[in-house]
Every structure is written in C-alpha cells, then in structure tokens.
C-alpha cells in the first residue's frame, strides 16, 4: 500500500485535487476508476436483475486464481484474471439459462479454483504483496499499462451491452416469453457473463476479489430501491460507483488506510442509508414532522383494498358454488 | 368465411420419446374464444409449444397463419404459465410491456417516432387489460390478478392475432379468475384476436367460450363446449366411464375422468 500521510489535506477541496493530480498514480487511479465504476454500475444492474450475485462473488474469487497463476508464470495478472473470469463465465451460462438456481456447482467449482490460487500462491515465494493487492485490491498501484488495458476492455463491453440491453432486459426480466419470441437467450446470457466477467476483471484491481460485491452488486442493489425505471437505476448504480471511487479515492491520498476500505464503506453507508429511508419517513411521519397524508380509512374486512382490483363491472360476484372440473 | 388462425391434422406430440398424445384435429378461426382444456399434465402446454415452434411434431401436420410453425413469430402473444416475479423484483410495470411491444429489437429506440409509437402501444395495451393506473406500480409489489394483466397487456402490446395464455387463472380466487376471463372475452371480441387459454376448470369459461379442445388419456376432443363436455364424448375420450353432471347454475362437475390420465407433466 502506497502511504501518502506526508501530504497535508485542506478544506478547499479544489485545491487539493489540483495537488492530487500533479501525481502520476493519482491520474491514473481516477482514469482507471472512472472506466471501472461505470462499467461495474452498469454490469450491477443486470447482475440484481438476474439475481447472479453468487456467480459474480464466484468470479471475483475464480479471477485471483488467475491473477497468482499469472504473477506465477511470469504473466501480467490482469491477463490471468480476464482469462480464468471469462472462461468460467462462460462456464456458468452454460450451466443455465440464470445463474441463480446454480449455487450449489459455482460453489463447488469456486472451491477447486481457489485452492488452485493457493497452490500458486504456496509455489511463488515473496508473493505477499501481490497476493495482497489482488485481494483487496490497489487503485493507487495501477499503472499506465493498466489504465490502457481498462479501457481496451471496457469499451467493447459497453458498446456490446448498449446493443444487446433491451433484449437482455427482456430476457432477464421474462425469459419464457422472450424465448418464445425468438429471442437467443442462451447467448444472451452469455452475452451477459462475459460481460461480468470483465468487469469483475477491472474492478479487481481497484477494489480486490474479496470486496468485489462493493462495486458488482452494491451499486444496483441501492439503485433499484431507488429506481422502478432500468434506465434511471442504471444512471444511479454508475453514479454510486463513480462516487464512491472517486471519494475514496481522494480520501485514501490523505489518509494511511487503504483506498478500497474507503470506497467499501461508502457504498456501504450509502446502502444502510437507503435501507432505512422507509423506516426514517414512517419514523419522521409518526413523530409529526413529515406532511401528513390524508388518512385512508381501513375496509371492514381488515385488509386494504387497492382501488386498482376490479376489472370488469357488473361481473357477478356469488358464485361460491362452482364445482371443480378435473 | 371464417379466417383460419391455425390448423391441425392428425396432429401427434411427444415428450422425451413418450407420446404425450395424438391424432388432434382442429381449426382456431380468426376471433375465436377457445379453452384447452384436461387434468394436469394431460399435455396442454405442449400445444402452445407446438404453436410456439419450440416443439416439433411427431406426426401430422400444424399449420399457423398457413404456415409451419416457426419461432419468433410476432402475430402470436404468449402469457406462459410460469412467470418468475418475486417481491425484490422492482421494476415498474410499464416497462415490462413496452419489452412486450419491441423488446426482441437490437437497438434502442433512436427515432422519436419509433418512441412514440411504443408509448402508444404500451398505453392502449394497458388501458385494454384496464390497468392504466397500474403503470408505475412495481412488478414485485403486485397481486396475482394485477400481475395477470400486466403479462396479458404484454401479449397484446404487439397486437397479436393469436393468444396463447397458459393457466393464466390458475393463481387467482374465483371472483378474480371470472374478471380475467371477463377481460379476456372483451379482448378476443374488441380486437378479433383468437385466443386459446389453457386452463383445468372450465366452469368460468363455460358461457365466453367458442370452442373447446379438451385433451385427455393421450387423446384430443375439440368442438362446441356442448358437443365436447358430454357424458359420452368424454367416456370415448377417456376410455373409462365418466359422467358430466349439470347444477341449476349451468355449472359442470366431471365425475371419473381424474385418475385416468397418464403422463407426468409435459
């Protein structure tokens, strides 16, 4: 980890950017992240929507393997990452058409990968430190190349999943009927993993296997409690996830702890602060502090009846008789 | 001259090598209201897979719009029967349809004019299923029956000229199930589209219906609903005795025919 606490942080928070970015690291930290958080916010939508958050945690961890059987043989990890996240990736579409009912064999496989990662590790001596940053990950470590291959990757994958979003949304949110349309959902969900595995690829270097879900699912878990419009949570995941990067980012320059436990816990207020939001509005209403909405009054029958139900008029409604047909 | 829809000649399906059942005879006409009808796992599903093109048959011939049938075809709405939307799932009810209307496209909307005519099919679409007001309701937050409509205003959002909605009352009470079938009757005779709904209990039907294809025991009876639902169509039908009982209400009871089937689930 880079230790920065000889720099001095001041209020007037343009200047202390301008300070920041006379650094090289700095630069390249804010580029790279810019690229990742945006991919990662987008990536996160689907991934809640597909309820794939176990594939992406799996991915994260299949990808440190990677990493240290790349720093083992002499490789860039980044290399190793996208190799083994891609591969499995691929893996997990062709294990179903969503990944959310595969928990038992990503885990199973996930548990072979990283002991994989281990026995790399144990072959490689003086490898703490990467170990560590692929990890926990190193925003201030990456360097020109990486920022390079950032956005070698992230590009294709965004111009990919502008194309294919609304058929992915179709197919995530009504799979059945988007098959019956013809729509290709086994490559949509290809599509979909390939694109995950990228961008757990990148982020891993901002923020670390093991803290992945920060930026692959946090982000679009805040966002669609948020948000009923996919458009609109995707702008609030990307804006998440770029803020908490940046924030952290800029708070790491100042500060001895590392970037990524800044960032984690960002989104992590960020979350606990949006999942409270309903419990704070009832709260602020009981207390009298919010407008009062006027009160509905309860049907007899107890439960609340939605003035939506009831299509059709006239339809007669005692029909308690009718029997069964087998 | 009624408009034929769809045909079926000697028509024989199979499931994983076992012949699910045979020798169907049929013809759905423009603006039909048609129930298939048969016990649980009698093959009704493999019907609208059939007309899907996601099946082929094993024998005969099924001709749709005059044609084979092929995947992807846009003349047809499906509702299937298993619909996965669980309370996480926050995500307004509108933009289900609009999928519905063009989601099979490539490319997002770019011209204004192709924006507005998907705001204008999804909104008819909702306000003929009567869930106008449900646009901005959250997928997650609905019941059983506002859920039904918003897949039914998926169907027609591309204005099909076949239906296909699979056990679309099989989660609803009774009063429910009647308004969905309500609805449904408007939309065959509004928009002349000819509907088959799969359903076990025909007793809510009975009085919108045109048709009826009633599959059992490997074997297909279609017809008028008074031809099909006789005591003796249903005996031939079943092969074993079965009654078809009448109430005062006009309501049947089938007496018999339950143990009869004989495939698991297709």
New interface residues.
């Given amino acids: 980890m880079t230790n920065l606490s000889w720099v001095w942080w001041n209020w007037n928070l343009v200047y202390d950017l301008r300070v920041m970015l006379q650094y090289e690291f700095v630069r390249n930290a804010f580029e790279a992240g810019t690229m990742i958080a945006i991919v990662a916010g987008v990536v996160s939508y689907l991934v809640v929507l597909r309820r794939s958050s176990f594939a992406s945690h799996a991915l994260g961890h299949v990808g440190f393997s990677g990493a240290a059987g790349a720093v083992l043989f002499g490789v860039n990890p980044f290399y190793g990452l996208l190799l083994f996240t891609t591969v499995s990736g691929g893996g997990i579409a062709a294990l179903g058409q969503k990944a959310s009912h595969r928990d038992v064999e990503i885990g199973t496989v996930l548990a072979f990968m990283l002991g994989l990662g281990l026995l790399f590790l144990a072959a490689y001596n003086g490898f703490a430190t990467e170990a560590y940053s692929i990890l926990f990950g190193d925003v201030v470590g990456i360097d020109n190349t990486q920022v390079l291959f950032t956005f070698e990757t992230s590009i294709p994958v965004l111009i990919v999943l502008a194309l294919v979003y609304r058929q992915l949304l179709f197919a995530s949110l009504d799979e059945e009927v988007a098959e019956a349309k013809g729509m290709h959902t086994f490559l949509l969900g290809l599509i979909f993993m390939l694109a995950l595995a990228v961008a757990i690829s990148i982020a891993v270097t901002v923020i670390g296997v093991l803290l992945i879900f920060a930026l692959t699912v946090t982000p679009a878990a805040i966002a669609v409690r948020l948000a009923k419009r996919p458009a609109y949570a995707i702008a609030i995941s990307v804006a998440v996830a770029l803020f908490a990067t940046w924030a952290g980012t800029f708070i790491a320059f100042f500060e001895v702890e590392p970037t990524s436990f800044f960032i984690v816990t960002i989104v992590f207020v960020i979350y606990v602060i949006v999942r409270a939001l309903p419990w704070i509005s009832s709260g602020l209403r009981s207390l009298g502090l919010a407008s009062r909405r006027p009160a509905t009054a309860p049907f007899p029958g107890g439960r609340e009846r939605s003035s939506s139900e009831g299509v059709a008029d006239g339809v007669p409604r005692s029909h308690a008789t009718d029997a069964e047909l087998t | 001259m009624p408009v034929e829809i769809a045909r079926a000649d000697h028509l024989e399906v199979a499931y994983r090598g076992h012949p699910v059942w045979s020798d169907a005879n049929f013809r759905v006409n423009r603006g039909e209201f048609v129930a298939v009808?048969g016990?649980n796992g009698a093959g009704k599903t493999s019907l609208f897979r059939l007309l899907?093109g996601?099946i082929r048959p094993v024998q005969g011939e099924l001709r749709v719009f005059g044609q084979a049938p092929?995947?992807?075809?846009?003349k047809?709405g499906?509702?299937?029967q298993?619909?996965?939307v669980d309370r996480?799932?926050?995500?307004?009810a509108v933009?289900?349809v609009r999928?519905?209307f063009?989601?099979?496209?490539?490319?997002?909307n770019l011209t204004p004019a192709r924006v507005r005519a998907e705001r204008e099919a999804t909104e008819e679409a909702l306000r003929s299923?009567?869930?106008a007001?449900?646009a901005?309701?959250?997928?997650g937050a609905m019941?059983g029956?506002?859920l039904q409509?918003i897949f039914l205003a998926?169907?027609i959002a591309a204005r099909p000229e076949l239906l296909l909605l699979d056990e679309p009352l099989a989660s609803l009470d009774?009063?429910?199930a009647?308004?969905?079938v309500?609805?449904v009757h408007?939309l065959v005779r509004t928009r002349e589209v000819a509907t088959l709904l799969v359903a076990?209990?025909?007793?809510?039907l009975i009085r919108c219906l045109d048709k009826v294809i009633y599959i059992a025991n490997g074997r297909v009876a279609t017809g008028l609903p008074s031809e099909v639902l006789t005591t003796e169509s249903l005996t031939a039908l079943y092969g074993v005795p079965v009654e078809v009982l009448h109430?005062s209400?006009g309501?049947?009871?089938?007496v018999g025919?339950?143990d009869s089937h004989k495939d698991p689930d297709a």
Avoid: C, F, M
Wanted: hydrophobic share 35%.
């Fill in positions: 009808i016990p899907l996601l092929h995947r992807g075809n846009s047809i499906y509702v299937p298993t619909h996965v996480d799932t926050n995500v307004e933009q289900l999928l519905g063009s989601g099979n496209r490539w490319i997002p299923v009567g869930a007001e449900l901005k309701k959250s997928l019941s029956g506002e409509r998926e169907a009774l009063r429910r009647r308004e969905l309500e609805l408007t076990h209990d025909i007793n809510p109430d209400r309501n049947l009871v089938i025919g339950e």
